[in-house]
């Protein structure tokens, strides 16, 4: 006797998720109608509310007084029938759940983070292949953040309302040497007096086959200067002093350093700035050496390698220092005066801002906040330096930090959701810890999904000016840079007491291309989303009014940008 089973699945929306399921398993005339699918044999599946048929009639038969649900035989066609719909039902879930348009499905996504979701371009159900179409138009996406700058704002109001800027306690001088006995022992207190660059004679104790960048560590893990070092080494036994049967060389380290910060332009001012014929710079434009390298640091996530000795920085130097020397030897007058003239710089955009590497070697700590900081050996060895700071809108900053440094995925929708998770893991810190403590918190900068703290200026340069005078220091914004190049660097040249420049090579600096500009797969990305700016300006605000009421300019409160 033929026998025939019929079922109706349905997931309904709005959590209205049921089964619904009508089989006869009598004799055929005794057959009873789902009403879901009335009387039609076939399982159904909602998805988004969209009906779809994805199973035929499944008959079997009965023989004998065996049991059919021991033995199932399929007729050959309703088994391929059976295995087609199976495939197609799953390629169609998986698909869904990829594209994550599941709001109708039983299982919700995993991955939330307080009351904001973690994507909520996909969560409003748009296709990510489809996401760089639409930033250019208003999106559903932004209407939907709009509604949740509320929560965002209470977690800025609780960071607000604990920010304190507060002086720091400065480390002895003892202490500092303790910490780095061998950077103490090979950087004298004195330099040579008729150099604008510091600068010293120490004794090569090579001989003439000895390679003196045997060992340099930057050498030795990248290959991209080892054809920079190749040079070094040409020129290095031509600029030896020799006195009492001893080999001499100069060495040097810069007068002046851009500090920072990232993205604000300092690539664009170190390659104009090299153009000036009484300038140097390190022969890699950013050695890292203060802030990572002299910690063993290349990256961070990958652990610490060997430290790089302060030896391997000097080394950097070289090519200015050849130059000095040679100046120092001359038997002109003229000659002379020209190559004393000139001034050694130093251009990594972390100096000001990086003390990620204290946890591992700083454990005198004060309620988390790092006993040492780089500007305290510096000033050490040079209290005179002088110091360049680059800044720009810290709302913009972060947005092209994030367009450089993110590698894949990016998108306004992704840049919002990073903004936020990194607002309620610093507000998570600032409920324990001081600013300081949070800002220098290594755990928390590598836990941030985007850069947040690195736009925190005020609180890096208020650390800086409590060993530094803020007259050593030359505080420029890009948005000025930008519009008006020459007076920029006009403005340096001075702060340097650099000689003035010929026609010809003040338009060659002035007038060439921005360096490091957005990349142009960056720039059609478009803007970051208004409400993704507003919830930056609010957070960034108070930092803000803080530098531009210490350097007194109201400019750097970037009001009107």
């Known amino acids: 006797m033929r026998h025939c089973i019929n079922c109706c699945i349905q997931l309904l929306p709005n959590n209205e998720h049921k089964q619904q399921v009508g089989c006869g398993g009598g004799p055929l005339h005794s057959h009873l109608e789902c ?34 649900g021991r033995f199932l035989r399929f007729k050959k066609g309703k088994r391929c029938s059976l295995v087609f719909g199976l495939m197609i039902m799953t390629l169609v879930m998986a698909s869904y759940i990829l594209s ?6 039983l299982i919700s996504s995993p991955f939330h983070y307080g009351a904001f979701p973690s994507n909520p371009s996909l969560m409003d159900g748009e296709n990510p292949s489809d996401t760089k179409e639409h930033h250019h138009q208003p999106s559903v996406n932004n209407i939907s953040y709009v509604k ?41 207190n004195k330099f040579l007096p008729n150099s604008k660059s510091p600068c010293w004679y120490e004794e090569f104790t090579g001989r003439n086959t000895t390679d003196p960048y045997l060992t340099n560590s930057y050498v030795l893990y990248s290959k991209r200067f080892r054809s920079t070092f190749d040079a070094l080494r040409k020129a290095f036994w031509g600029h030896l002093s020799h006195a009492s049967g001893k080999h001499f060389r100069l060495r040097c380290l810069p007068r002046f350093y ?24 390190s022969a890699i434009k950013e050695p890292h050496w203060w802030t990572r390298k002299r910690f ?29 020397h040679q100046g120092l030897q001359a038997s002109s007058a003229e000659e002379q005066s020209r190559m004393t003239r000139i001034i050694i710089g130093e251009a990594s955009a972390s100096t000001m801002w990086d003390n990620n590497a204290w946890t591992f070697f700083y454990d005198n700590s004060t309620d988390g906040e790092p006993p040492f900081l780089t500007q305290d050996f510096i000033h050490a060895f040079q209290p005179d330096a002088k110091l360049i700071v680059m800044l720009r809108d810290p709302v913009e900053r972060l947005y092209s930090d994030y367009l450089y440094f993110a590698s894949s995925n990016k998108s306004a929708d992704d840049f919002h ?54 007259e050593q220091f030359l505080v420029l914004r890009l948005e ?23 026609e010809k090579q003040e338009t060659l600096m002035t007038k060439s291309p921005a360096s490091n500009a957005r990349r142009p797969e960056d720039r059609n990305l478009g803007p970051m989303w208004p409400v993704t700016q507003k919830i930056l300006q609010d957070f960034y605000g108070p930092f803000n009014a803080r530098l531009a009421q210490v350097l007194a300019d109201e400019a750097f409160a970037w009001k009107k940008t």
């Not at 920010?163 to 480390?171: G, H, K, S, Y």
């Not at 851009?258 to 710079?281: A, M, N, S, W």
């Not at 519009?483 to 650099?498: A, D, E, G, I, P």
């Open 417 to 470: 959701e990073k903004v936020t998770e990194a607002l309620q893991l610093f507000e998570n810190c600032m409920l324990d810890y001081s600013l300081r403590a949070c800002v220098y918190n290594n755990t928390l900068n590598n836990a941030m999904p985007v850069r947040l703290q690195v736009g925190l200026y005020a609180v890096y340069l208020l650390d800086w000016l409590t060993v530094f005078n803020k």
């Open 148 to 188: 949740d700058y509320p929560s965002i704002k209470l977690i800025i109001n609780s960071i607000t309302a604990r920010i304190e800027f507060t002086t720091r306690q400065l480390p002895d001088i003892e202490d500092l040497k303790k910490q780095e006995l061998h950077m103490f022992s090979v950087i004298p």
């Open 100 to 105: 994550g348009a599941h709001q109708e499905l």
């Open 35 to 68: 009403p879901a699918c009335k009387g039609e044999n076939k399982i159904v599946l909602r998805v988004d509310g969209k009906q779809m048929n994805l199973l035929a009639v499944l008959e079997v038969r009965a023989e004998g007084n065996e049991s059919w």
């Open 258 to 281: 851009i500090i920072g910060q990232p993205k604000c332009g300092t690539t664009d001012l170190y390659d104009r700035l090299r153009l000036h014929p009484e300038v140097k710079f």
């Open 296 to 324: 063993g640091i290349v990256r961070l996530r990958d652990g610490l390698r060997d430290r790089y000795p302060v030896e391997d920085y000097l080394d950097l130097f070289d090519l200015a220092a050849h130059q000095i």
């Open 480 to 502: 000025d840079h930008a519009s008006n190049v020459k007076y920029t660097m006009h403005r340096v040249f001075q702060f340097l007491n650099l000689g003035p420049l010929g």
